[in-house]
């Protein structure tokens, strides 16, 4: 018998990926997209350190075709409930409809790393 084994390694610090403990990121920066395999801890860290950009920044109403798990990660308005809910648990002011700002989206990003 032969068995073949992938594992997924970290590209930042080259430690194994256990099945669940991180994955592949995408994320884009003038106009070029990128992908990182991270495990949680630096896709944590890239999360926190991209927060304060994603905060101020501008949505250009474009997703990129990233993998599933990147999509997992996103905001969108299926989950505006789950946002309010940890917002106003966490100290964020918060209307009960309308728009959640986009500083509380990337907190509640961040948060979920």
């Known amino acids: 018998m032969k068995r073949i084994t992938t594992e997924l390694v970290d590209d930042l610090d080259a430690t194994v ?10 994320f884009s920066l003038d106009g070029a997209s990128y992908e990182i ?3 949680r801890h630096n896709q944590q860290a890239l999360r926190d350190a991209l927060a304060p950009f994603i905060a101020a920044a501008r949505s250009t109403g474009r997703r990129s075709s990233g993998s599933s798990r990147a999509r997992r990660a996103s905001t969108g308005s299926g989950d505006t409930a789950a946002v309010r809910a940890w917002a106003l648990r966490n100290g964020y002011e918060v209307g009960d409809r309308g728009r959640i700002p986009a500083e509380i989206r990337a907190a509640y990003t961040a948060a979920q790393g």
Do not use: F, N, Y
């Open 17 to 26: 990926i256990a099945p669940g403990e991180g994955g592949t990121v995408t």
């Open 37 to 39: 395999d991270l495990g």
